[in-house]
């Protein structure tokens, strides 16, 4: 994953205009980080009405309660990345291959009239 030039005061609508963009939660401790849809983040943040989409990507880290799995501290940052250009290549690639394969064929027209 690779952090997109964001400032501090992005929200997580910017993920919107970073199709394909994760919320990555890192641990300024160790290199532990993980990643999630931030439309998952969106819902999860609504239901327990702690905000949503207006909610700045850094401030989510504060929401976090438990400690890293690597070093079992918390010191969390979030932040919004785009996975490595190989990945992006990657998946898209995937996905028509298998829209290929569960279309069917296109109609034969023969176009002499
Ligand atoms: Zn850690």
Redesign the pocket.
Known sequence: MIPLPLDRSATLAAHEAHPGSRVELV?A????SRTYRPERIIEGLSRKQLGGRHTTVASVALLVRWP?P????M?WATRLSAPAPDQATERPRSISRMAEKSLPPPPRRSNRA
């Open positions: 641990c401790a160790c290199t532990w890293c690597g070093c079992r501290r010191r």
